[in-house]
């Protein structure tokens, strides 16, 4: 009788816990799914010559939160470092070394880039600067292209304008980028870059030119013809953070508009100028441009405690995004916010 019972107590206990299991399934609140929008990318610094103590880190401007971030390296071993930097499209980067700045690029996902650095212990300085990696070829362009025409470099020229001196500040500014352009067609032929990346040199000196023409003309009372002729609606340049500067200072030109207020100011004008603003550049740009743009302006408004203004904006604006992603990170941050708030 006993060995009978037996299993049919185990197959009845296991009919119980099968029903538990479904019923669990069918009942149980999913959790919230997650959600990262920036991707990762690791760039590791190998100093070679006599153990030595050496100081590591990054700087790389955020074109959605508009700022530069502090990357801290991590030492690996002896005058080894690693770093890793968030990201969501290609952007490039500058490291330091010994306060020593060398400027790289980086695409999100990417671990293979090394940054060789050779010491030399007599000078007490490094001397050599090489890569590896996917992206090596661009890192050389930007280290070749630094220790060539550094000096005349078109974020070496001077911001500070006067209406007497605009002609020679924006003719200064054509011949800085004319010269960058050149050197960047020289190096298109004896050396290999993608041609994602000339688009994208390309896209970021003309811009840089144009935004500091424009908004050095504005300074200086000079008429918008004077200002260089680009697009606006401009997809190749997406990821190019001096586009988003040019079409800040054009919309903020149109009708009047006042200029959107520097990042850390909380005045209550905020709202209804990046409203105005939207309502201007919904009409100018399409795509991942229009998608940057607009995530950019609520994110300072959310940043700056108009959480209930940028989400009015956001829930108005939300079916025009052509990527869910940016409206899905939007949503995330005005939940954080909230969250500190309640």
């Not at 390296?73 to 930097?85: D, I, K, Y």
């Not at 740009?285 to 408004?301: K, V």
């Not at 405690?305 to 604006?317: D, H, I, K, N, V």
Request: with cysteine; proline share 6%.
């Amino acid at each position: 009788m006993e060995n009978r019972v037996i299993p049919i107590l185990i197959l009845l206990m296991i009919s119980v816990y099968v029903f538990g299991l479904e019923y669990r399934a069918q009942h149980q609140v999913p959790p919230e799914p997650t959600y990262q929008f920036y991707d990762t990318t690791i760039v590791r610094i190998r100093i070679q010559g006599p153990d030595t103590m050496h100081n590591a880190y990054g700087r790389l401007i955020d074109i959605l939160e508009e700022g530069s971030r502090l990357i801290e390296a991590v030492a690996e071993g002896p005058n080894q470092f690693r770093l890793v930097f968030p990201l969501n499209g290609p952007r490039p980067a500058t490291l330091y070394v010994d306060d020593l700045p060398f400027q790289v690029m980086l695409v999100p996902g990417d671990t293979s880039l090394i940054a060789n650095l050779r010491w030399q212990a007599d000078s007490q300085q490094i001397d050599s600067i090489w890569f590896e990696g996917h992206l090596q070829n661009i890192c050389t362009y930007y280290l070749t292209k630094s220790s060539r025409i550094n000096t005349q470099h078109i974020r070496r020229s001077f911001n500070t304008i006067q209406a007497s001196n605009y002609p020679a500040y924006a003719a200064k500014l054509d011949s800085a980028a004319a010269r960058e352009l050149a050197f960047l067609a020289e190096q298109e032929v004896f050396s290999v870059l993608p041609q994602w990346f000339t688009d994208f040199e390309k896209n970021e000196i003309l811009y840089q030119k144009a935004y500091l023409k424009r908004s050095a003309a504005s300074m200086a009372g000079y008429s918008p013809t004077r200002h260089d002729p680009v697009k606006l609606d401009n997809s190749a340049a997406v990821f190019c953070y001096y586009y988003y500067l040019y079409l800040k200072t054009y919309i903020g030109e149109l009708d009047s508009l006042a200029v959107l207020p520097p990042e850390s100011d909380t005045t209550r004008q905020l709202p209804m100028i990046a409203g105005r603003h939207l309502a201007v550049a919904s009409e100018l740009l399409t795509g991942e441009p229009w998608d940057i743009y607009i995530t950019q302006i609520l994110y300072r408004m959310v940043k700056n405690g108009f959480t209930a203004e940028a989400t009015s904006m956001l829930q108005q604006y939300e079916p025009t995004f052509s990527s869910a992603r940016y409206s899905r990170f939007l949503w995330k941050e005005i939940n954080n916010q909230k969250k500190k708030t309640d």
